[in-house]
């Protein structure tokens, strides 16, 4: 009795190990397939629209000295209702929860390791540098993601978000430096003004940040901030020496948020 | 062997009562939780892990420690540990159950947990930490229940149970190196970017685990009739007196290059946590009770009369185990996060609910040691006869 109990236990648990692993190596050799997306097969089974943007990496030059707050509160409202971004802080009027993707912050905010002391009054004042994500070379948040639900877009350098599949750990906010990404607290959808049904809505507890206007740049537009910005944004392909980004480079000398952490940011400042 | 659990006076029934129904009201608010969204929390945008990300970084540690009694017997054949070591190891297998379950209260999407193995990403710690908490939660429940079946037959214990005791040793340093890693390999945050992190962590692990087993000791010889000896404990409080002391040296190193190169990126954090920074600093009086709390502990330690004297012995483990828990429970984790990469101040205070889920977490982690505790006492008392 006692035996034949044991001996059961024993193949019972050897098979619980063996389906274990057993799904443990499928799910490591099928995943190689799953995660690449772009791959040959993928590319060929979904065609680019014909007026699809292409890049090598993505950038972005914002020209500082011709901001001022209007700009700024215009470009970040044209990004929010584009985006769905729920405007927590009017809703709830809960700042904790705030969700944000491009904000304009002050220049000791936005470039804290920049000790400036003596700084011009708009400089030290004036909330007129706009942050969001960097969309970094090196994005710390894709290698913290415990799933790959944080991505860098192989084709052009877009660090991406899948909202569907983030299971909301929120270590990619830990990792990353710029403080760029928001977490859904509570269910978003009430706090959205007006739903703008080209892009989706989240649900609560997943992270969100910028996407570069990616579904825009598929459809052969400029981002919305970059179209609200006035001409104060400049945006276009940091390795094509051709580009409007690279040109302005070449004459102007543009700055990087925290360059001494080795995340080489695509977006730059000229302040 | 599970029978012995079955089986108990008026009085461990009205403790496995209280317990659950302790758990029933956190998983109350645990349901909420995931109805609501961890908004009931205090975490923020800025603060975006809280008291159950710290608590499972603390009871890493607790579960860590289980080493420091398997080591000395298997290692060094110290034989005075040899009838406590299942102790250890069912604190352990308690502990990162609680672990496991703070990480998943932790989640905005619980039910999409799965994507970690469907997804395997071994570029993320997270990855990593996952396989290390689970393998080692399987080894000391294995270890643990076969050694002490072995006991109970007066067999030798199985022979296969020797490699899995022996990866059991490094595998425990692992799972608190990994936790570390979770931290300190983030750029941009000063407080945590520091190579010394883990070996804080094992340090302090080290004290507060023994610590904590030093008063389970004393729970058990009272409401038991096995008694883990007084050996055990004096040899257990001489690891907690050389662990504080290590995470006090450590911690002062940590504070040395921070004030002395006083890069604001690593100064700003201790100083808020420590001093308060632009007028914040609801942590202050935490953290320097914490360091009173481990200085009285290690002056009680030091002392020979005193670390023998089992009262004030008593007193000195309670000291360790709460300034470590102020330490990696409340300071470490929002320490890091504040200021936040922008420099700006946003200050965390866990919420009534957010206290409530993590006491019905710690409660399912009692219930769990009060069960396996019943079994591993039982089948002593019964070999004592």
Known sequence: MENSRRRFLKTAGYSILGVGAGSMLIGLSAHPTKAAGSGPSAASLFKQRPENREAERWGMIIDTRKLNESICEKMQQACHSIHNVPDIVGKFGNKKHEIKWIWPTEFRHAFPEREAEFLTEKLSHKSIIPVLCNHCDNPPCVQACPTKATFKRESDGIVMMDFHRCIGCRFCMAACPFGSRSFNFRDPRPAIKKENPDFPTRMRGVVEKCNFCAERLAVGKNPACVEASEGAMTFGDLNDPESEVRKLLAEEFAIRRKPNLGTFPSVLYIV | ?385
């Open chain 2, 1 to 385: 062997m599970l029978e012995k659990a079955l089986r108990g006076s008026k009085k461990y029934w009205t403790w496995l009562l209280i317990l659950v129904v302790v758990i029933a009201i956190g998983f109350f608010f645990y349901v909420r939780q995931l109805y609501f969204g961890l908004g009931i929390t205090g975490m923020s945008r800025d603060v975006s892990w809280g008291f159950y990300i710290a608590q499972f970084t603390f009871l890493v540690g607790v579960a860590a420690s289980a080493v420091m009694l398997v080591l000395p017997y298997y290692l060094h054949d110290y034989k005075t540990f040899g009838k406590i070591t299942v102790i250890g190891e069912f604190l352990a297998v308690a502990s990162v159950l609680m672990c496991i379950l703070f990480i998943v209260v932790d989640l905005g999407q619980p039910m999409r947990i799965l994507n970690v193995i469907l997804y395997p990403s071994p570029k993320s710690m997270l990855f990593w930490d996952m396989i290390v908490l689970n393998g080692y939660l399987f080894l000391n429940i294995i270890i643990g229940w076969n050694v002490l079946d072995a006991e109970r037959n007066g067999v030798p214990p199985e022979k296969w149970l020797k490699p899995l005791i022996y990866i059991s040793i490094p595998w425990a340093v692992s799972i608190h190196t990994v936790t570390a890693f979770l931290y300190c390999g983030l750029p941009g945050r000063g407080f945590w970017l520091t190579a010394i992190l883990a070996p804080r962590f094992l340090a302090s692990a080290f004290a507060a685990g023994p610590a904590f087993l030093i008063l389970l000791s004393f729970i058990i010889r009272k409401v038991t009739r096995f008694d883990p000896g007084t050996t055990a404990i004096q040899t257990l409080a001489k690891i907690v007196v050389y662990a504080t002391l290590a995470n006090l040296f450590f911690f002062l190193c940590e504070i040395f290059v921070a004030a002395y190169s006083q890069i604001p990126s690593h100064l700003a954090h201790l100083e808020y946590l420590f001093f308060g920074l632009h007028g914040h600093g609801v942590l202050v009086p935490w953290m320097w009770t914490s360091i009173a709390l481990v200085v009285a502990a290690i002056i009680l330690l030091v002392i020979p009369q005193a670390r023998r004297n089992e009262t004030t012995l008593g007193f000195a483990c309670v000291f360790v185990f709460i300034g470590i828990w102020i330490d990696k429970g409340l300071g470490m984790i929002s320490g890091g996060f504040i200021p936040n990469p922008l420099h700006e101040i946003t200050e965390y205070v866990p919420t009534v609910p957010e206290a409530i889920i993590t006491i019905g977490v710690y409660a399912v982690g009692f219930l769990v040691l009060t069960l396996l505790y019943k079994v591993a006492t039982g089948v002593k008392e019964d070999l004592a006869g």
